[in-house]
C-alpha cells in the first residue's frame, strides 16, 4: 500500500523529523495487539526504568543505615537517581492506542474525551509519514533511526515511534497502514 501522497498533502506536511535526536541504537517502541494495537515501551526500557528505581531504592536504604555525616548525601543521590530515571522513562513508557472499533487513536493511559488534543479520528490521518536519519554513536559507529509519524488532514503531524531496523519500520507501518487505511509516505 506504499505510494506518494497526493500534491497538496505532501506540501502542507514537513519532511522534517518531528523528534530529531541522537538516541539509542535499538528499538525502544514495539507494536502489541490484542482487541486494539498498542505501541509499548519495549521490555528493555521497562527493565531500565525499574533497574532505576530499584538502585535509587537501595542507595536511599543504605543511607538510613549508615549513621554517618553521609547518610544525607547518600539519600540524596538515592532521591535524584529515582527522580532521573522517572523523568527519562516517562515518555518512553507512554503508549500510542489505535483503536479500530471506534477509528480513534490517542496518546495516554486512558481514553481521552471527545474534544481532547490527543485524540486522533482515524478519518483525519491521511498518511503514514516513514523518514530516516543517520545518527552517530558516543564511539563514532552509525546507523540509521527511523521516525514512524502520521500525517493528520490539518497538516500536522502525530509522532507514533521510533524504528532503528528498516524491517521494523516497514512492518510498523505497513500494519497500521493497512488499520486505517491509508497509504506510506517514504
Given amino acids: 500500500m506504499a505510494s506518494n501522497v497526493d500534491e497538496d498533502g505532501a506540501q502542507k506536511t514537513s519532511r522534517e523529523l518531528l523528534k530529531p535526536y541522537s538516541g539509542p541504537n535499538f528499538d525502544t517502541h514495539e507494536l502489541i495487539e490484542t482487541n486494539r494495537i498498542e505501541v509499548r515501551a ?53 503508549r500510542v492506542v489505535f483503536d479500530p472499533a471506534q477509528k480513534v487513536l490517542w496518546r495516554a493511559t486512558k481514553f481521552p474525551a471527545k474534544n481532547s488534543k490527543g485524540r486522533v479520528l482515524f478519518r483525519n490521518v491521511n498518511a503514514i509519514q516513514v523518514l530516516n536519519e543517520k545518527c552517530r554513536t558516543n564511539n563514532g559507529h552509525y546507523y540509521t533511526r527511523y521516525e514512524i509519524n502520521l500525517m493528520l488532514s490539518d497538516g500536522s503531524r502525530f509522532h507514533v515511534m521510533n524504528q532503528v531496523t528498516p524491517e521494523g519500520s516497514k512492518q510498523c507501518s505497513e500494519r497500521l497502514s493497512g488499520l486505517m487505511k491509508v497509504p506510506i509516505q517514504f
Fill in 42 to 94: 519495549t521490555a528493555i526500557i521497562r527493565l531500565f526504568s525499574r533497574t532505576g528505581i530499584v538502585v535509587g531504592m537501595i542507595v536511599i536504604l543504605l543511607a538510613f543505615k549508615d549513621e554517618q555525616s553521609g547518610a544525607v548525601g547518600l539519600f540524596l543521590v538515592g532521591f535524584v537517581l529515582i527522580i532521573i530515571t522517572l523523568t527519562l522513562t516517562s515518555k518512553l513508557n507512554q
